[in-house]
């Protein structure tokens, strides 16, 4: 199957920078999104980034534009999360999704999850 690793959380101070890696491994033979999410305590799971590979256009979420970047490897399959000027309201736990086909191009397409990276902003 698919397994996306995430590394790179930890705790920042406000007005810091983090940057998330994500890398995932498998048979995979196409990507169509790849991205980033996050769920703050008491709140849904959230869009942050996501790259479109058909469109080649990228997503992101109204407060983290200008901010956050959404690098990807394609080579690698892996995705990152650059983090700038961080506020205490970004603290969440970042999870890496895609959707891909895997084994065959006739396969459709399966979403996968990482296990979760915590991303705490605190002085």
């Known amino acids: 199957q698919v397994q996306l690793v995430e590394s790179g959380g930890g705790l920042v101070q406000p007005g810091g920078s983090l940057r998330l890696s994500c890398a995932a491994s498998?048979?995979?033979?196409?990507?169509?999104?790849m991205g980033w999410y996050r769920k703050a305590p008491g709140k849904q799971r959230e869009l942050v980034a996501n790259i479109i590979t058909v469109a080649g256009t990228t997503q992101y979420a109204n407060s983290v534009k200008g901010l956050f970047t959404n690098p990807r490897d394609n080579a690698k399959n892996a995705v990152d999360l650059q983090m700038n000027s961080l506020k205490p309201e970004d603290t969440a736990v970042y999870y890496c999704n895609a959707v891909v086909k895997i084994t065959a191009w006739q396969s459709p397409w399966y979403n996968y999850w990482g296990q979760g990276t915590q991303v705490t902003v605190s002085s």
């Open positions: 498998g048979s995979i033979v196409d990507i169509n999104t």
